[in-house]
């Protein structure tokens, strides 16, 4: 991992494009510590810069898990690991984890969003933040998500260097009601994390496309790979313009895609083809 110091941006640096880099990886099971050590050095071998965005799979530090009792997030050591992360790599990396209060039968299934400290305005010694949290909205009830989890009731946005970003976890991606409000809210990306099963990967790619296109916005969908003890996942994950082209594209394998993303991109096509405002319903 980089050092706890942040060394000054060249001139080249600061006017370099940010990226996105979508860590598409073979999660361990039921394994928090081994999977931080896997993102860590997925990331070591790519190459981010500060500013950029990091997008992990669905529930990274755990896989697509019903235990809920034994995989939450209650001594927030995976908020404290995103947290370090954003600190360390002084990007935004947006995450996903299991959250339940101890009172509680459900969990709910958490996309986290950390921030380093040092956005403008910011002191020198700025502590790494917390930059919002989205509780999956629709539990997979196929997949009996619902004896775990219940689903959130919010529909949020985040900004990242000019973007309005609006998240989104795994089945979500199956319900354009979800992006429309994201679109209403001033979205322009629209992030995904996911454990999507590959018996279903054809549909993982064209509903991706989809949302890219009927939004006309960016989406970063972020699949896992591998095996869990129920089901395969074929990867697959995409980053795709929002013409709905493809910018990368991810194959079965562990990998990290790294894509710049222009915000110009998103205001131009709008623009240019304003088929977003002549929604009626």
């Not at 190459?47 to 997030?73: A, C, I, K, Y």
């Not at 429309?180 to 993982?204: D, K, S, T, Y």
């Amino acid at each position: 991992m980089p050092n706890d110091t942040t060394p000054p941006q060249t001139g080249q640096a600061r006017n370099r494009t940010p990226h996105a880099h979508l860590c598409q990886l073979d999660l361990v099971w039921e394994d928090r510590h081994a999977n931080f050590r896997k993102v860590e050095q997925a990331l070591d071998r790519a190459d981010v810069h500060p500013g950029d965005l990091v997008v992990l799979p669905e529930l990274f530090d755990s896989g697509f898990s019903l235990n809920t009792e034994h995989t939450r997030d209650k001594d927030r050591e995976t908020l404290d690991f995103l947290l370090r992360l954003a600190d360390d790599l002084a990007c935004t990396i947006h995450g996903s984890r299991t959250v339940r209060d101890c009172d509680c039968t459900h969990a709910e299934n958490h996309a986290t969003i950390a921030a380093p400290g040092t956005a403008p305005g910011d002191s020198p010694d700025a502590e790494p933040r917390l930059l919002t949290s989205y509780a999956k909205i629709h539990p997979f009830t196929y997949g009996r998500e619902p004896e775990a989890f219940v689903g959130g009731r919010e529909v949020v946005t985040y900004p990242w260097q000019g973007l309005t970003i609006c998240p989104a976890v795994c089945y979500d991606l199956r319900f354009p009601e979800l992006f429309r409000r994201g679109l209403a809210m001033g979205a322009e990306l629209f992030v995904i994390g996911a454990n999507w099963p590959a018996p279903r990967q054809h549909h993982w790619r064209a509903l991706a496309i989809a949302r890219a296109i009927e939004n006309q916005a960016f989406v970063l969908a972020v699949n896992r790979v591998g095996s869990d003890p129920h089901l395969p996942y074929a990867g697959g994950s995409l980053a795709i313009d929002p013409k709905g082209e493809i910018l990368a594209e991810g194959d079965e394998r562990e990998r990290v895609l790294s894509v710049p993303i222009e915000a110009e991109a998103v205001r131009t096509w709008r623009e240019e083809f304003p088929a977003w405002r002549d929604g009626r319903l």
